[in-house]
Each structure stands twice: as C-alpha cells, then as structure tokens.
C-alpha cells in the first residue's frame, strides 16, 4: 500500500513564506506526476503546480513567480513565498505512482496554511 504524508502549514503574515512537503512510501515501482492542489474555504480544490518526471513543471497562473515546486526520489515540495490571504486553504499532495501494473492517484491528507492579512 502507497501513502503520501504532507508537513509545513501553519499560521503566517502576509508576504512571509511557508514550505511545504510531501513523501511517499510503501511498494513504489516508479512515480510520474507529483502535484500540489488546494481548497479554499467555500470553493472548489484547484490545482497549484505539477512537476513531471521529465523535469517540466507547470503553474497556475495566480501563483506563478511566488512558489516553486520540486522534487527528489519520492518527496515533492512546495517553497511558497510573498503569500497572500487568497492563498490560504489547504494543500494536498497528489502523486501519480506505479505500484503494481499500472500507475494510480495517490492523495495525501492534507495540511492547512492560512495567511493573515
């Protein structure tokens, strides 16, 4: 069995930074996608950043320039900087992985940042 745990939220001012991480364990063949996606209160998850086992990383636009994602082996990160009070919701991982003959979406639990204004 695969599982994703996350670590970094917390309390911040606006402008400050917060790093978020992921890790995955368990019977890992390989892993493609590693995603970061958030909720707002009261609004849909919506995807923040994707970064493929090629290297190619994509941004939503609201965060471009602000936060950064990365990898290596089977943890992603999400270096989050000059935050905003819209950015407050809570993250989850998701990682796409092969674990038996097929890759699968794995989920994290998620972990709550909120940005005071």
């Known amino acids: 069995q695969v599982q994703l745990v996350e670590s970094g939220g917390g309390l911040v001012q606006a402008g400050g930074s917060l790093r978020l991480s992921c890790v995955a364990s368990g019977r890992i063949v390989s892993i493609s996608a590693m995603n970061w996606h958030r909720q707002a209160p009261g609004k849909q998850r919506e995807l923040v950043a994707t970064?493929?086992?090629?290297?190619n990383i994509v941004y939503a636009d609201s965060v471009k320039g602000r936060f950064t994602i990365s990898r290596a082996k089977n943890t992603v990160s999400l270096e989050m900087n000059r935050l905003k009070p819209e950015d407050t919701g809570i993250y989850y991982c998701?990682?796409?992985?092969?674990?038996?003959?097929?890759?699968?979406?794995?989920w994290g639990q998620g972990t709550r940042v909120t940005v005071s204004s």
């Open positions: 998701n990682q796409r992985i092969l674990s038996g003959i097929s890759y699968s979406d794995y």
């Open positions: 970064i493929f086992d090629s290297g």
